[in-house]
């Protein structure tokens, strides 16, 4: 399914998005995520297709704002059946149908301050479903969800979705929840800077803006020294890496490069992609280490837990398999390696 | 005394400085000797009636002005806004005056109304005027502050769920919005029964309860005024009281 949309306030955007399953917008928070799925719902003034022009009860779509909008005043099974025409009995049996096929069983008479932020969210997506739209649209599905219970309950989510055969499009900053989906597109400047299967998107960044999205934070621009065998030698601010020649290389003299922090290890030898580094700050996470380290560009690498912990200050051998430099044209004049994180590391 | 204490007795002085008349009321009442004077019966029930007259059109008139307050932005609405507090500003007496210089025999609108039949001069149509005037506005500043307290968002989900904004208004806003409401009601009602300035000049008859009370204090004296007094509160306070608590205790939803 494609969907198009441009809109001037309250931000310029000009989206068009291929759908295909449960698909992720990723873009960052004030990027204009939540005015294109208004935009998209007709509750927005906007240019969209399909259903240009169409006041928002005329559009087949299901909205499900961040905290879910369920309405307070009535219970669950009277929310879903907001959308339900015909007797009474018959919108209660109904609504108490999806209510079951949302693993809601038993609590149609519950309000909504009566329910866990995952329950509320399931009664709305019932609530949606009842108007059996053709598309679904999730503002920050993951937002109100407990961090510990998190990653289940959007697995979950998804599965319904993909049970009821609905597209949908769900609107994020959180790089983890794309990974479950079957689409991502990025939103940046209010353009999609890039849309595809996620392994595609996460791997093969096309652009700073895009990389940044993935949720990479070592991004520089490097200059190509050689280009022999397959494998190109890059200058990045004094760090020499080797990376697989991409197809679209020809002359270019500079490049972008991102590096995923979990794709650096610790060097054993003296191969290739091999450099030391000093560690300038050190923070556990779980049973990994992330450490940043003067590599003469300022590098973050995630490190398995080993015997002892890199203390600020040691010297660490580093390895990257070339496979795991990935590089990318630039192209616009806007498209600059300045991540925050990465100015603010080296200022 | 602690600065905590201060306070307490410094609010208990000030709330027994406002209940004093009430206790006095309490007080001087000759409650053996109460009995209506005559035409008070009568009072009651013009009061009653009118002012549930003059509810319908202030709720009719109102509602639809506090939503579009309440939900519109346009080009002028500080005007709009200005214009509805007028009535509410103006003091009783310049409002009465006002109407008799619009609605009366010779005004701009009551002749032409007089011609066609309908005399906005001391009859039951410039009572329900006057009451109208008196207590639209209070109305409409409520309303709207009760739509102002709807969420947009369930308002949009209604209409994204596929029903018409007239739909969504009496299913979503109405509800979440009843109490509000229901406090602007019982202001308005208070208010309308109550009012005596613009009355008096508009409508000296038919005579509800305050014009009536101001008659008996003025030919009989203050001993005629309780029993009538006494029921003005009674037909007055309920409501509004009620609704005033409950708005203050808000927690339904």
């Known amino acids: 399914m494609r969907v198009a949309c441009r809109l001037e306030r309250p931000l310029p955007l000009d989206v068009d998005l291929q759908l295909d399953g449960f698909t992720v917008l990723l873009g960052a928070s004030g990027s204009g995520k939540t005015s294109l799925l208004k935009a998209i719902a007709g509750l927005v003034a906007a240019r969209t297709e399909p259903w240009s022009g169409a006041p928002p009860q005329r559009r087949p779509v299901g909205y499900l704002p961040q905290g879910y909008a369920l309405f307070p005043h009535l219970r669950a099974w009277q929310n879903v059946a907001f959308a339900l025409d015909g007797p009474h009995a018959e919108q209660r049996r109904r609504a108490g149908a999806l209510l079951q096929r949302m693993g809601l069983s038993g609590l149609d008479q519950r309000h909504p301050r009566e329910l866990s932020g995952g329950q509320q969210q399931r009664v709305a997506l019932a609530r949606a479903l009842a108007r059996e739209p053709q598309l679904l649209l999730l503002d920050e599905p993951t937002s109100a969800l407990d961090a510990v219970t998190r990653d289940q309950l959007l697995a979950e989510l998804i599965g319904l979705i993909r049970a009821a055969g609905v597209p949908a499009l769900a609107a994020t900053h959180d790089p983890h929840a794309a990974a479950l989906a079957d689409r991502v597109a990025l939103l940046a400047g209010g353009r999609i800077v890039q849309q595809g299967p996620p392994a595609e998107v996460f791997t093969q960044p096309a652009s700073f803006a895009a990389a940044r999205l993935a949720g990479i934070r070592n991004l520089y621009t490097a200059r190509v020294v050689a280009h022999e065998g397959g494998q190109v030698t890059l200058d990045c601010a004094g760090l020499r890496l080797r990376a697989a020649v991409p197809p679209w290389l020809g002359g270019s003299e500079e490049v972008g490069v991102a590096i995923r922090a979990e794709a650096l290890a610790l060097a054993t030898g003296d191969g290739s992609n091999t450099f030391t580094a000093r560690a300038v700050a050190v923070r556990a996470e779980g049973l990994l280490h992330r450490v940043t380290l003067d590599a003469g560009p300022v590098i973050e690498a995630l490190l398995p837990a080993a015997v002892t912990a890199p203390q600020v200050g040691d010297g660490l051998s580093l390895t990257i398999a070339a496979a795991h430099v990935q590089l990318f044209e630039l192209d616009i004049a806007a498209d600059q390696p300045s991540a925050p994180a990465v100015a603010s590391r080296s200022g | ?253």
């Open chain 2, 1 to 253: 005394m602690s600065a905590k204490r201060t306070i307490a007795a410094l609010g208990l002085l000030a709330t027994a400085t406002l209940a004093l008349p009430f206790a006095g009321l309490l007080w001087a009442t000759p409650w053996l000797r109460l009995h209506y004077a005559a035409g008070d019966l009568g009072a009651l029930w013009v009061s009653i009636g009118y002012t549930l007259l003059a509810l319908v059109i202030v709720v009719a008139l109102g509602t639809p002005l506090a939503w579009w307050l309440a939900r519109h932005r346009f080009r002028g609405k500080w005007l709009v806004d200005a214009l509805v507090l007028l009535p509410l500003l103006s003091p009783p007496l310049a409002m009465g005056l006002l109407l008799v210089i619009s609605y009366g025999p010779y005004g701009w609108v009551g002749h032409p109304l007089q011609r066609a039949g309908l005399l906005l001069t001391n009859t039951p149509a410039a009572f329900v005027l006057a009451q109208v005037y008196a207590s639209a506005p209070y109305y409409v500043v409520s309303a709207r502050a009760a739509f102002e307290g709807v969420p947009r968002e369930l308002e949009h989900i209604g209409l994204s769920l596929g029903r018409s904004p007239w739909r969504v208004f009496w299913r979503v806003t109405v509800p979440l919005s009843t109490l509000g409401l229901a406090a602007g009601v019982a202001l308005a009602w208070v208010r309308a029964l109550g009012e005596f300035g613009i009355v008096l000049i508009v409508a000296y008859f038919p005579q509800g309860i305050p014009v009536k009370l101001w008659v008996n204090l003025q030919e009989v004296g203050l001993d005629a005024v309780y029993p009538l007094l006494w029921t003005f509160f009674a037909v007055a306070l309920p409501l509004p009281l009620v609704l005033g608590l409950a708005s203050r205790r808000q927690a339904i939803y």
